[in-house]
């Protein structure tokens, strides 16, 4: 009879790694202020390769913890929220922690309702939040009462929590010189209701500043409802009858315009680029499918999650340092919706 595998433990982790049992403890509740880059890679290795898994269960009862983060995101169906989770949930998966995700779906009294439930009834013991924009005063209250809170992908208007995001300002600029270097001599901005969503709002400012266009002056600007494929079709309509005889273009905001956006220029019959080119956030896969290929961002949706759930973890765990804005780089994949001949 084969004998069972020996289960992993700290203290072989310890051993291969050739540090203390202190250190790997520190290394799984991301206290990193005195280790060394060759350190934490040379115990993520053995993690890795022993495929170690800190008994969580076992954590808790010792220190009356629950060794559970609250994920509460904007919106579940999109691919970037579903790829972004993923992200937390690996990282804390790593870490000994388990995650319960909730979807406001875009709700600002839902999105109060699951904070109040999550940290009301210490279910967690930290908050990763993808948020509406309409409850700081609720997140600034949570953080003052001593929850740790990070924030994914979209930021409080004034900052109170580490926010993890995109270059959303510098990648929107550069996409509008890549369209204007292509030959289009007009451009529009479109987007669903902005509101408080902070990563819609940098990406409008930068279209304003990148045409140096006053707020509210912008000829070019269509705020749709993505779930009214006529007046999707009207506003492209619009903007083509506003742009006769001039090459032009649609921005969109993010993915799920882009991809109302792209089904209301097929239905309408045009070609891309020559009789409109399109382009915009985000790079999900059907975008390489439609012909001639959709210029799209890809955002770094993966990293934003792991890099979040690493720093709330690091707030568990006392972390006090001075809350900030960390922009993680996103990458134009230029495709043939945006090459003029």
Not at 22 to 30: A, E, K, V
Not at 107 to 116: A, G, H, M
Not at 184 to 202: L, W, Y
Request: hydrophobic share 35%; glycine share 8%.
């Amino acid at each position: 009879m084969t004998p069972k595998p020996r289960k992993p433990t700290i203290d072989m982790v310890a051993s291969k790694s050739e540090v203390s049992k202190t250190t790997i403890s520190r290394f799984l509740n991301g206290k990193y202020e005195y280790m060394s880059e060759e350190t934490k890679k040379r115990i993520q290795h053995v993690v890795d390769e022993l495929n170690y898994r800190p008994n969580n269960f076992a954590r808790s009862l010792k220190s009356n913890k629950s060794g559970l983060i609250g994920v509460v995101v904007a919106d579940i169906t999109s691919p970037f929220s579903s790829i972004l989770v993923k992200g937390i949930g690996d990282f804390c998966n790593e870490r000994g922690y388990q995650i319960i995700t909730t979807n406001t779906d875009e709700d600002p009294s839902k999105e109060r309702e699951y904070l109040e439930s999550l940290v009301g009834g210490e279910m967690v013991e930290g908050l990763i939040v993808n948020t509406t924009g309409k409850n700081d005063d609720l997140l600034s209250q949570l953080g003052s009462q001593g929850t740790p809170i990070v924030l994914a992908d979209r930021a409080m208007e004034h900052l109170e929590f580490d926010t993890i995001t995109n270059n959303n300002y510098g990648m929107t600029r550069d996409t509008l010189n890549h369209m204007t270097e292509s030959g289009f001599e007009h451009v529009a901005f479109f987007t669903q209701a902005m509101g408080a969503n902070s990563s819609r709002r940098i990406r409008h400012e930068a279209y304003l500043d990148f045409y140096e266009y006053e707020p509210g002056d912008a000829p070019y600007v269509y705020e749709i409802d993505t779930n009214n494929s006529r007046a999707v079709i009207e506003s492209i309509q619009a903007f083509i009858g506003q742009t006769q005889g001039h090459t032009r273009a649609i921005f969109a905001v993010n993915g799920v315009v882009l991809l109302a956006v792209v089904r209301g220029i097929v239905e309408l019959g045009l070609k891309m680029p020559d009789d409109i080119g399109v382009c915009g956030y985000d790079d999900w896969e059907w975008a390489t499918l439609v012909p001639p290929g959709i210029s799209a961002i890809e955002q770094p949706s993966y990293q934003v999650g792991l890099e979040a759930a690493k720093r709330v973890i690091a707030r568990i765990n006392g972390s006090k340092a001075k809350a900030k804005v960390i922009e993680l780089p996103s990458k134009l994949h230029v495709r043939g919706s945006t090459t003029l001949k």
